[in-house]
Every structure is written in C-alpha cells, then in structure tokens.
T-cell receptor, first 110, second 115 residues
Framework: QKEVEQDPGPLSVPEGAIVSLNCTYS??????FMWYRQYSRKGPELLMY????GNKEDGRFTAQVDKSSKYISLFIRDSQPSDSATYLC??????????FGAGTTVTVRA | GAVVSQHPSWVICKSGTSVKIECRSL??????MFWYRQFPKQSLMLMAT?????????EQGVEKDKFLINHASLTLSTLTVTSAHPEDSSFYIC???????????FGPGTRLTVT
C-alpha cells in the first residue's frame, strides 16, 4: 500500500464547474498537508498549505483536512480552462520530506 | 515572493560527460533544499535533501557518487550528474524550504537528455 493514494484521473469538467480532488493517506504521523498545481513541463506551484483539520479557503480554492479519516480534499470553484493541470497532494511529518500522491490530471473544457 | 529558479532549463549532453544543475532561491534564504526526479506522467521522486554547509542526505537507491550535491550558501544548491548515461535522462526539479518554515517552493525544473 502506498503511503499517499491519489486517483490519477483524468478528470474532465466544463468551465464553471466545481473540481473536487482528494487524497487518502496511511501514516497518522503526517502533520502538514499541501496541494500543488503542475503544468506540463513545469515545476509544481504551491496552492494550499495546512496543518490542522478543517477547511482553509483562498480565493477559488478550498482545502479540507480530516485527520481522523486520513483524508484531504481540494475544491476549485468556478473552474477556468487555465486551471487545466496536474494537481498533486503532498504531506509531511516534521522532517520536511514530502510524500506525494500520484497527481490527478484535470481538464476544464471551455 | 518565494521564487526558486533553476539553470539550465534544459540540457542535452553526450554519454559519459557531467552536467551541473543550479537551484537558487531568489527572494528568501533556504537552509534546506531538495532534489527530485520526475518521469513522464509520474509523480516526483525525492533523490536527496541538502542542508547548507553540510553533506546531503540521499534516499535509498540513489547513488551519491553519481549525483553530487553541494549546498554552498543559503540561496544556492547544485546537482551534478557525473558520467551521465541515457537512463539518467529525466526532469530534475529542486525545491527550497524557507528557513524557519515548512513550506517548500519548487523550481521550474531542468530537462536533461543524455544521448
């Protein structure tokens, strides 16, 4: 079993729809949770960073963490074609090493 | 803020030669930098962790004599792929952790092709 599980998709939604992404994990020691966006042939861009259970909102993005269920989610409201990318969840304990999910490829259709 | 650059963005080299990739944090100090490798349509694989002024820590299965890492200052880390072979062709990405914080910021990546 992988430490971090993420459905690779692909996921295709119409413009304006809500994109829902999620990851599950097995290591209960994970304390820090991140979502990155990666465009083709580019480095990952940090979107959201959280370290507590609950919701965190930033513009059109909402990150949700449920430590009791070992489950994290990212929601993108009012999706745009420019949101088409691969979304990676990542998490770490205190030693700063990130464990990544496989990444979910998202396409937003105009 | 939190910009990380990499140089070069792509490089083609001949088998047997060495290639150096630079990773710089442009607007913050980074005590710790990380080097990743990414194959097409796959997630990032951590190769090594480098701390300023000390030896890098390599992940299991990564040859430290082949992938030389130097973290000489709080804003610069370098990865040298020595005696490169075609199987070393990949997308190499660095990240930098802002000193005192946990967030990692990634560079744009370097595409290495060994012919």
């Amino acid at each position: 079993q992988k430490e971090v599980e993420q459905d690779p998709g692909p996921l295709s939604v119409p413009e304006g729809a809500i994109v829902s992404l999620n990851c599950t994990y097995s290591n209960s020691a994970f304390q820090y949770f991140m979502w990155y966006r990666q465009y083709s042939r580019k480095g990952p861009e940090l979107l959201m960073y959280t370290y507590s259970s609950g919701n965190k909102e930033d513009g059109r993005f909402t990150a949700q963490v449920d430590k009791s269920s070992k489950y994290i989610s990212l929601f993108i409201r009012d999706s745009q074609p420019s949101d088409s990318a691969t979304y990676l969840c990542a998490m770490s304990v205190n030693d700063y090493k990130l464990s990544f999910g496989a990444g979910t490829t998202v396409t937003v259709r105009a | 803020g939190a910009v990380v650059s990499q140089h070069p963005s792509w490089v083609i080299c001949k088998s047997g030669t060495s290639v150096k990739i630079e990773c710089r944090s442009l607007d913050f100090q980074a005590t710790t930098m990380f080097w990743y490798r990414q194959f097409p349509k796959q997630s990032l694989m951590l190769m090594a962790t480098s701390n300023e002024g000390s030896k890098a820590t390599y992940e299991q299965g990564v040859e430290k004599d082949k992938f030389l890492i130097n973290h000489a200052s709080l804003t610069l880390s370098t990865l040298t792929v020595t005696s490169a072979h075609p199987e070393d062709s990949s997308f190499y990405i660095c990240s930098a952790r802002r000193t005192g914080r946990n967030e990692q910021y990634f560079g744009p990546g370097t595409r290495l092709t060994v012919t």
